[in-house]
């Protein structure tokens, strides 16, 4: 029987800590690591299908799972507990527990050591927008009620609705084909794998946005990088709008954490080791260049966290 998983693609805000789809494309990508339920079940050649809690985003059948160990910085309340923390932009101490409302100046920090998965599935990708209701697809799992981020469906109901509102059979009749159960029943085919690398982000962000830096203005494509928000966050959102074009040396300088946003007041705030440098000294207290996405400023936040503990 060909396995199917729904997996969210809308992180489930602070609940989990599991990468929740932080990737830059659905289309070719899915990412998680070993704090997610099912983490170990999924395998090549199941099905997988991309859902916002909305709606069906698309699906596909899994062409390659790349795995790797990575250390993860978890943030908590220290009173708690719990990861529902959030920095205050004015007020002391700085940080407040959205569960318990502890104050406190400094967040709990705990590393742990993850496997971290990520899919390949490009090559069968069908774009579902508009074709299945969040309570459609929750009807065709074994559980409908289930909370996890990654949870296993039927493939012959969800192949069974989706012929019925596309009514036609050949894309899916495709990922069928393309299936484990298929490739063990004989119709092996050579697996190409897809790269979207950070090229194709950038020249993505350029079309996006234009030529601008987000944080000093307009800049020459030549002088912009794309700078991978959503690696700064250890709880999910939507993996659209991960990242912003930045000027290669703010890049550099941001990943460093001497320069970070104020989300609040969407200012740039250049740390005081560079207040010499006339050309940086003068972006403190600039705001952007650009209108921050909620995305952008979770993720923003999540940067501060890391990079400035103790501001
Ligand atoms: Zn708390």
Redesign the pocket.
């Known amino acids: 029987m060909t396995i199917a998983w729904l997996v969210l693609a809308l992180g489930n805000s602070r609940e989990h800590a599991g990468n929740d789809g932080y990737d830059d494309s659905p289309s070719q990508h899915y990412s998680w690591d070993s704090s997610v339920q099912n983490h170990a079940r999924v395998a090549v050649g199941d099905v997988i299908a991309l859902w916002n809690r909305k709606e069906l985003i698309g699906l596909s059948v899994i062409e390659a799972i790349d795995t790797a160990i990575a250390e993860k910085t978890l943030y908590?309340?220290?009173?708690?507990?719990?990861a529902?923390?959030k920095r205050r932009q004015r007020e002391k101490p700085a940080y407040r527990?959205?569960?318990?409302?502890?104050l406190f100046s400094a967040p709990r920090q705990k590393t742990r050591t993850v496997t971290t998965y990520r899919s390949v599935h490009g090559k069968r990708w069908m774009n579902g927008r508009g074709l299945l209701s969040a309570s459609e697809l929750r009807a065709l799992c074994d559980a409908p009620k289930s909370q996890l981020s990654m949870r296993p469906a039927r493939w012959e109901r969800l192949q069974q609705a989706l012929l019925e509102v596309t009514g036609q059979a050949g894309t899916v009749k495709d990922i069928a084909a393309a299936t484990r159960l298929a490739i063990s029943g004989g119709h092996r085919e050579s697996l190409v794998r897809v790269r979207v690398g950070q090229e194709a982000f950038r020249r993505q962000l350029l079309r996006e946005q234009g030529e601008i830096c987000a944080f000093t203005g307009p800049t020459p494509a030549a002088a912009l990088e794309a700078a991978h928000l959503y690696s700064y966050a250890e709880s999910g959102e939507h993996r659209d709008h991960g990242g912003l074009l930045l000027r290669r040396d703010i890049h550099r300088l941001f990943d460093l954490g001497h320069v970070a946003v104020d989300t609040a007041s969407g200012t740039l705030d250049v740390a005081s080791s560079l207040h010499h440098y006339p050309c940086y000294a003068q972006l403190h207290g600039q705001p952007l260049a650009v209108q921050l996405r909620p995305e952008h400023e979770v993720w923003l936040d999540a940067h501060w966290l890391s990079q400035r503990p103790r501001a």
């Open positions: 908590s309340c220290p009173q708690c507990g719990k529902d923390i527990c959205g569960k318990c409302g502890h």
